[in-house]
T-cell receptor, first 115, second 113 residues
Framework: NAGVTQTPKFRVLKTGQSMTLLCAQD?????MYWYRQDPGMGLRLIHY???????AKGEVPDGYNVSRLKKQNFLLGLESAAPSQTSVYFC??????????????FGSGTRLTVV | KQEVTQIPAALSVPEGENLVLNCSFT??????LQWFRQDPGKGLTSLLL?????REQTSGRLNASLDKSSGRSTLYIAASQPGDSATYLC????????????FGEGTQLTVNP
């Protein structure tokens, strides 16, 4: 099925370790996003990309880096994980075409625990 | 700054009831509004997308309305079923934020058999 695929689905990290979360979409969407979801805080935008080779900061970018080397992939990196980064991470994508506004498609999430 | 509020935060109803979930937003300058469903431990599934020029959208037992000028949307669920139990999120795409969505906190719905 076409959609947004996130890997891995679960991960436990020790404080200070690094890791990369991968998001892949096969819908040829230009726009991609990384969100984190925490109890009582809703969904918060970490970083986003409006096209291949571009990235921009969202609401809570500190401690994360991203890259969009290929249109279909959006990578989220944690260079030195901290317990405060324990969360569920969601990737999403959408397309913009002229005056048409399309909805978002979300991945199934990555549950990350930092101990 | 756009803010999205969903009321109530939680709702419990018996099976078979018709129900309405509410979403309000502070800035009426939006491109569209999207309703999502999230099951525990799962991702977000898109239910309905309403463009700013539209008044409502329907899919099966779901009907979403949009009153852009008053900053309100409702999600109507007819003949609720236990399988409808989930958290329902609404999100708006403000005209001033490019493509970024602003989410509400969600309404946690429980349909009791």
């Amino acid at each position: 099925n076409a959609g947004v695929t996130q890997t891995p689905k679960f991960r436990v990290l020790k404080t200070g370790q690094s890791m990369t979360l991968l998001c892949a979409q096969d819908m040829n969407h230009e726009y991609m996003y990384w969100y984190r979801q925490d109890p009582g805080m809703g969904l918060r935008l970490i970083h986003y990309s409006v096209g291949e080779g571009t990235t921009a900061k969202g609401e809570v970018p500190d401690g994360y880096n991203v890259s969009r080397l290929k249109k279909q992939n959006f990578l989220l990196g944690l260079e030195s994980a901290a317990p405060s980064q324990t969360s569920v991470y969601f990737c999403a994508s959408t397309r913009i075409s002229g005056t048409e506004n399309y909805g978002y498609t979300f991945g199934s999430g990555t549950r990350l625990t930092v101990v | 700054k756009q803010e999205v509020t969903q009321i109530p935060a939680a709702l419990s109803v018996p099976e078979g009831e018709n129900l309405v979930l509410n979403c309000s937003f502070t800035d009426s300058a939006i491109y569209n509004l999207q309703w999502f469903r999230q099951d525990p431990g799962k991702g977000l599934t898109s239910l309905l997308l309403i463009q700013s020029s539209q008044r409502e959208q329907t899919s099966g037992r779901l009907n979403a309305s949009l009153d852009k000028s008053s900053g309100r949307s409702t999600l109507y669920i007819a003949a609720s079923q236990p399988g409808d139990s989930a958290t329902y999120l609404c999100a708006v795409r403000p005209e001033t934020s490019g493509s970024r969505l602003t989410f509400g906190e969600g309404t946690q719905l429980t349909v009791n058999p």
